[in-house]
Every structure is written in C-alpha cells, then in structure tokens.
C-alpha cells in the first residue's frame, strides 16, 4: 500500500506511517488499538506474524517524520531478525528522512548495529505506569523496559532523539513513576489515553498534571496527545 498520512491518533509530530508487518503482534496487548471492544481484529493484523515484501516497494520522499510499524512492534520477540534488517534496509535508502521506531522490548534495539539504522532516528519505549498490572501485556515488565532504554539513551548516539510514551496512561505511583521515566533522560515524554475504551484503570487529571510537572521541571519536554481530552472532560463531570 502507498505511504500513509497521518492521522486519528497518530502523534501530531508524526508526518507519515507505513507497515511492512501483519498478522497480530505478539505482546497481545489488552488495550490493543488494532481492534477495540466493539470492533474485529482486521484480517491484516490476525494469525501469526507475516512479512509483507511488497511493502519494500513503497517510496518514502523525502522531509518526512515515518513512523514504521505503527500497527505492530517492530522490535518484540518473535518478529525475525531478517524481517527487522530488510525494513531497516528499506529506511537507509531514503536517509532524507527521520524514522520512528517504538517499542515495549527496547532491549531488542541493540541486536542491531547502529549503522544498520537510518541517520536520522527517533527511538521510543512504551510505560503505560511503572506498576505491574496482571493480564495486560506479554511485553517485558514496565522496569524491564524502563532498565533496557537507559542503555539506548546511554550508549547510542547523541544526535538521535529518544522519548517515553506513556499511553495509555494507567494509575501510577507518582514518585516511582517520574523517576522512571527520568533515568532514561528522554527527550520528551508523549502522554496518552485509552483511545477505545477498554475500562482501563485510568489516573485522574490531576494526577496527570501532577506528573507532568515533575518531568517538565527536570528538562523533559511534554507532548500531549489529543485522545487526553477524554479524560478532562470526564474530569468536568461531561
């Protein structure tokens, strides 16, 4: 299929996404966008993981921010080494671009070599809260990934920008929280909500507000996604 454009609930930062991976990602997250409550698992995205070679046929341009694999985690275990390096090889050949790459397994991102990348990079990690809920994901434990992207911010380059995602934002404990995202000293810190209404537990503003401050005092710059305004509204009593 043809370079998307974003949009929905896509970071507004964000210019295009593509996809070269189907079948449903094997973290198997409850709170899955792919397919909400009221709605099927796309065909696409069901089964066991697939590579669409097809897709490396796509031309990217060039003055794009891409966002690859937006529809899967490109990085989780289970997803073939050559499949992540023929994506990687399709990036590299339009370097007039930034890519993003985001992942609940950031451990993973050092199986490559930093020149199999693209030159200009954006890495991102997922913490939904730094508590462990039960039967939410098969992604490595939010401290797990919290430790593994400390070593990305740490050791590869500089020039690269890094973020935290926090979306969809779940209760947390504030002063374990910030701390966490602080160590891996990301760039900036996206913040979300549930964009499917799965009745996920669920901070309040306030407590949001609470821990965007926190960040924000320690140099961490705040991106707020759209889908937030759920959750003032509901803040509001709307």
């Not at 696409?44 to 985690?73: M, T």
Request: hydrophobic share 35%; net charge negative.
């Amino acid at each position: 299929m043809p370079l998307k454009t974003a949009k929905g609930n896509m970071y507004p930062w964000v210019t295009n996404m593509h996809t070269h991976l189907e079948g449903e990602c094997p973290h198997k997250c409850a709170y899955c966008y792919v397919s909400g409550p009221q709605h099927e698992r796309p065909a696409k995205y069901s089964g066991d993981g697939r590579f669409n070679k097809r897709e490396l046929n796509v031309h990217y341009g060039s003055g794009r921010i891409i966002f690859i694999e937006h529809c899967n985690d490109i990085f989780a275990e289970g997803v073939q080494d050559d499949w992540i390096l023929q994506i990687l090889e399709h990036c590299r050949k339009f370097q007039d671009n930034t890519f993003v790459f985001q992942t609940k397994n950031p451990g993973r991102y050092f199986d490559f070599s930093v020149d199999e990348y693209p030159k200009h990079c954006f890495f991102g990690v997922t913490i939904e809260t730094n508590r462990i809920v039960e039967g939410l994901s098969t992604a490595p434990t939010p401290a797990e990934r919290a430790a593994a992207m400390r070593e990305v911010t740490g050791e590869f380059p500089q020039d690269w920008r890094y973020f935290v995602t926090a979306e969809p934002i779940l209760k947390f404990d504030i002063d374990e929280f910030s701390e966490m995202i602080m160590k891996i000293e990301p760039d900036f810190c996206n913040i979300g909500a549930d964009s499917k209404n799965h009745g996920l537990d669920e901070p309040t503003i306030a407590e949001i507000e609470a821990l965007a401050n926190l960040l924000e005092i320690d140099g961490i710059e705040i991106k707020e996604k759209h889908n937030m305004n759920r959750l003032r509204q509901r803040n509001l009593g709307r």
